[in-house]
């Protein structure tokens, strides 16, 4: 089993910038894909973005391209989001999960396996 713990989150104002980190520990049995998810009170939740075991595969939901960057560190089991020029509609709880099984759909959560606890992003306008 993996556990997975984000950190980084908070207020901020709009334009400014955070840095989402989140830990993983525990076991693995392949090297998974890892993504960033968001939800919205009231709303579903959403792809953000997704990054390969290689780092050679990042892909991002359009409304954050150009903004966020997302980058992990295997050696020391963890993922980041760089997340600049901040807009109020970027206010959401952010997860982290892990995607061990094979296939595409990177954004889709239902197949990812493991999910973290979430940390909060406030915009403020």
């Known amino acids: 089993q993996v556990q997975l713990v984000e950190s980084g989150g908070g207020l901020v104002q709009t334009g400014g910038s955070l840095r989402l980190s989140c830990a993983a520990s525990g076991r693995t049995v392949s090297r998974p894909l890892m993504g960033w998810f968001r939800q919205a009170p009231g709303k579903v939740r959403e792809f953000v973005a997704a990054i390969s075991w290689s780092s050679l595969g990042r892909y991002y939901v359009d409304s954050v391209k150009g903004r966020f960057t997302i980058s992990r560190d295997n050696a020391k089991n963890t993922m980041y989001l760089q997340m600049d020029s901040l807009r109020p509609e970027d206010t959401a709880v952010y997860y982290c999960?892990?995607?061990?099984?094979?296939?595409?759909?990177?954004?889709?959560?239902?197949?990812?396996?493991?999910w973290g606890q979430g940390t909060q992003v406030t915009v403020s306008s």
């Open positions: 999960a892990t995607k061990q099984r094979g296939g595409d759909r990177y954004y889709d959560p239902s197949e990812y396996d493991n």
